[in-house]
């Protein structure tokens, strides 16, 4: 089983918001990753977690405040976002750091689509 | 830093015949990874293929395989007897090898369109 689930699917907030993606995996990963992605782009890289730890902030704003409560469990905090901040956020997990010659695939979950008004 | 270039943005095929997207990375590594994922409309990210540069093999998975060109830093995607669920954005990504290099560099895409 190589399922990432993220909720919510959809997500509309103003820019005095805050609120909460999150995402779970069951597969006994340790590395645990979020995504950016605008349209028509690849994904971007903005948080890395591995065994718990951050281990890679690839200099997102403050207003983005990831969390990883346990091994399974990531999530994203948001407050005080801009209009340009409209994107697919992708939760992505992998088997994490076990062995040098493991590949450590990224298996993605479906993603939320954020609109901020 | 390591760069990976898709110079194809789309590209189209006829139900099953065969389509071959190519993808070149600049590195300056020996060792690394390199995947191809798609991304259908649901915008799900689906790995389809991966491969280890220490592997001179190339990688295959049912109608999908790579041409891996270590030399020329190329790893071309061949998707065979297209299907219309192949159709997606297909991006090409590069790990480097060993701990703590989880980042993933992607290509900028390929839409592949598949025509019934």
């Known amino acids: 089983d190589t399922e990432v689930t993220q909720t919510p699917k959809h997500l509309v907030m103003g820019m005095t918001n805050k609120k909460s993606l999150k995402c779970e995996q069951h597969?006994?990963?340790?590395?645990m990753y979020w995504y950016k992605q605008k349209a028509k782009k690849p994904p971007e890289l903005m948080f890395v977690?591995?065994?718990?730890?951050?281990?890679i902030n690839e200099s997102v704003p403050s207003r983005f405040s990831p969390e990883c409560p346990n091994s399974s469990l990531l999530n994203l905090h948001l407050h005080a976002l801009q209009p340009e901040d409209s994107a697919l956020y992708l939760c992505?997990?992998?088997?994490?750091?076990?062995?040098?010659?493991?590949?450590?695939?990224?298996?993605f979950g479906p993603g939320t689509r954020l609109t901020v008004l | 830093a390591q760069t990976v270039t898709q110079s194809q943005p789309e590209m189209s095929v006829q139900e099953a015949e065969t389509v071959t997207l190519s993808c070149t990375y600049d590195t300056s590594e020996s060792d690394y990874y390199l995947f191809w994922y798609k991304q259908p409309p649901s915008r799900q990210m689906i790995l389809v293929i991966r491969?280890?540069?220490?592997k001179q093999q190339n990688a295959t998975e049912n109608r999908f395989s790579v041409n891996f060109q270590k030399a020329a830093k190329s790893f071309s995607l061949k998707i065979s007897d297209s299907q219309l669920g192949d159709a997606a954005m297909y991006f090409c990504a590069y790990r480097r090898w060993g701990f703590g290099n989880e980042k993933l560099t992607f290509g900028t895409g390929t839409r592949l369109t598949i025509i019934p």
């Open positions: 977690y591995s065994y718990e730890k951050l281990s």
């Open positions: 597969m006994g990963h340790r590395a």
């Open positions: 992505a997990s992998s088997q994490g750091p076990v062995r040098r010659t493991s590949t450590d695939t990224q298996y």
């Open positions: 491969q280890e540069a220490y």
